[in-house]
């Protein structure tokens, strides 16, 4: 039954996603059991608009869901799923507008410092709190005047909803809410693998977040990189070439670009898609600092610190060295093109198969 399909992935939005599954089992099978029972009763499947009665009696989807949630005390089961979603937003356009403002301060201030950027990290438990402490307040209050001035407070929510009873952005309320408004069951995917779940999606942007944090402390904290090996280079003849920042400043460029990316779709919730058109964007860009390196004169990615005294005795050492390094480059050139192509390749195969099968 595709209506109840569509109800039961409504209501797994909802759920605890430790125990999703198992959850979700369980409701289907009593669920259909149920609809079993007033098939036998009637003798006959049940009607679209009775099928829509039934679910409608059953509950909201958000409403069935906070069935199996743990037991909230500040904020009740009504208020909680929202809260949840709002607060889940909050945090997303909080950390993207902090990130925005930090980094125009932090480019604003023409000296790269590292202590500025360890600061504003150290500052973002302070700024989720803030935003926790905030929504928290707004919803206390929203849950004190649903329990204790419900029916003014429907009237007010009806008034705000233009005097629809439903009140779309707070489905809690909602008592005449429609099954046939679901959306439809999401089909999975081809490759056999679960979609990506919120918290992955959330994970990609935290990590990404502080990936490019350490990226911009690299220059003035050199053993973020290298580790030990930093007191190594100090009193090596050897030093790195300039190709190395211009190279450098193109890897954050392009982990900005991928950390946006993702911020978009975890703010649209379009994170369960493939990503085919960012992999292919992010290696076309990939790319270019790799074609920047290869075409570096006489590649030249590591010089002598004293060329004048040091040549003769390091001068064929810094030539091997150098060759290995733009052998390597010219290794990884190769793969990120080959895999491009490939990628390039297998979307273009799928759509031709589409074509084909639409035509038959």
């Known amino acids: 039954m595709d209506l109840l399909d569509r109800y039961l992935q409504a209501v797994k939005k909802h759920l605890p996603w430790k125990r999703q599954d198992d959850i979700l089992a369980e409701l289907r099978a009593n669920l259909e059991s149920q609809l079993e029972d007033k098939e036998s009763e009637l003798g006959r499947p049940l009607t679209r608009g009775e099928a829509e009665d039934w679910l ?6 958000m409403q069935v869901a906070m069935r199996y949630q743990p037991q909230q005390y500040l904020i009740g089961p009504a208020v909680f799923p929202l809260y949840w979603f709002v607060l889940r937003l909050v945090f997303l356009w909080s950390m993207l507008i902090y990130l925005i ?35 928290t307040l707004i919803f206390a209050v929203l849950e004190f005047c649903l329990t204790h001035y ?10 705000a909803g233009d005097g629809k009873p439903e009140f779309a952005w707070f489905p809690g309320l909602s008592a005449n809410w429609s099954p046939s408004d679901l959306p439809a069951v999401e089909k999975e995917p081809e490759n056999g693998k679960k979609p990506r779940s919120y918290a992955q999606a959330v994970a990609e942007v935290i990590f990404g977040f502080l990936f490019l944090v350490w990226l911009l402390l690299i220059p003035n904290y050199p053993f973020l990189l ?5 007191l190594y280079l100090r009193v090596s003849p050897f030093q790195l070439a300039p190709v190395w920042i211009q190279f450098y400043w193109w890897m954050v460029a392009l982990n900005v670009m991928q950390l946006a990316w993702r ?14 058109t960012e992999q292919m964007a992010m290696g076309a860009f990939g790319l270019i600092p ?11 990615y590591v010089a002598l610190k004293h060329p004048a005294l040091d040549q003769a005795q390091y001068g064929a050492a810094m030539a091997s060295i150098n060759q290995a390094i733009h052998w390597g480059f010219q290794v990884v050139f190769v793969i990120v093109v080959l895999q491009l192509a490939w990628e390039i390749a297998q979307m273009y195969l799928k759509v031709y198969r589409k074509r084909e099968a639409a035509v038959r």
């Open 56 to 61: 409608r009696e059953i509950g909201p989807p």
């Open 101 to 135: 403002v930090s980094a125009v301060q932090f480019f604003a201030a023409g000296a790269f410092s590292g202590t500025f950027v360890l600061e504003a990290v150290l500052r973002v438990p302070w700024v989720l709190m803030m935003a926790t402490a905030w929504v």
């Open 150 to 159: 419900p029916a003014k407070f429907r009237e007010i929510a009806e008034k």
């Open 226 to 230: 290298w580790g030990p090996g930093v």
């Open 263 to 276: 911020s978009v779709d975890l703010g649209r919730g379009t994170w369960q898609r493939r990503r085919v």
């Open 290 to 300: 790799l074609g920047i390196l290869l075409a570096v004169p006489e590649h030249a």
